[in-house]
Each structure stands twice: as structure tokens, then as C-alpha cells.
């Protein structure tokens, strides 16, 4: 796939194996985080798509996310201190990295 040099990415990063494999996925305008990976096949674990359950935690390890002023709920303190984002409802403006290891096994 061809990638336009502005176009929006989310790469995702296994950090948890040797290797560190990676995917890139495009974001359309206004598209969620899990919507981008959904329509991409990742199989990333979610249920309530309105960050209150808290299963599609994930860690971000570059870039901003935005809630668009949604609060995201199922996400502590701590877990948001540590870097943790619900990307039910986040979307982005420019490219991010996201640490697929907690779903992708
Ligand atoms: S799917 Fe429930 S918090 Fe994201």
C-alpha cells in the first residue's frame, strides 16, 4: 500500500516480541482508532465503543490522541498517566504509534 506523505498512520508495534513487527493503517478524517483498525482487520478487543468498559486499553507510545471532548470513562489516572488511551474514541491528527501487544496475542 501506498501511503500519501500526509496522509494520517497509526503504526502499531508488538513490543512484547523480538522482532518488533509493525502495521500501518491510514485514518480517514473523523474516523476513530478502532474504527481504523476494524475496517483494517486487526482484531482488537473491544466492547462498548464509548470508553466506558475499558477492554480496548491500549498503550501509546507516539503522538497525540484527541477524545474530542468525550470523556473517556473506562481509563484511571494511573492508567492514563502511564500512557494508556481508549481508542474507541479517540482519533488523531497526525500519525501515532500504539503498542499492539495487549490484543494482538
Ligand atoms: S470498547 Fe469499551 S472502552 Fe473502548
Avoid: F
Amino acid at each position: 500500500m501506498t501511503l500519501e506523505a500526509d496522509s494520517i498512520t497509526i503504526r502499531l508495534v508488538d513490543n512484547s516480541s523480538e522482532d518488533r513487527d509493525s502495521t500501518t493503517i491510514l485514518v480517514h478524517d473523523g474516523e476513530t482508532l478502532l474504527e481504523a483498525m476494524l475496517r483494517r482487520g486487526i482484531e482488537i478487543k473491544h466492547a462498548c465503543r464509548n470508553a466506558a468498559c475499558g477492554i480496548c486499553l491500549t498503550p501509546l507510545l507516539e503522538g497525540e490522541i484527541d477524545y474530542q471532548g468525550r470523556i473517556p470513562r473506562g481509563l484511571s489516572k494511573q492508567e492514563e498517566e502511564d500512557g494508556y488511551i481508549l481508542p474507541c474514541i479517540a482519533t488523531c491528527k497526525h500519525a501515532i504509534t500504539l503498542d499492539s501487544h495487549r490484543w494482538s496475542s
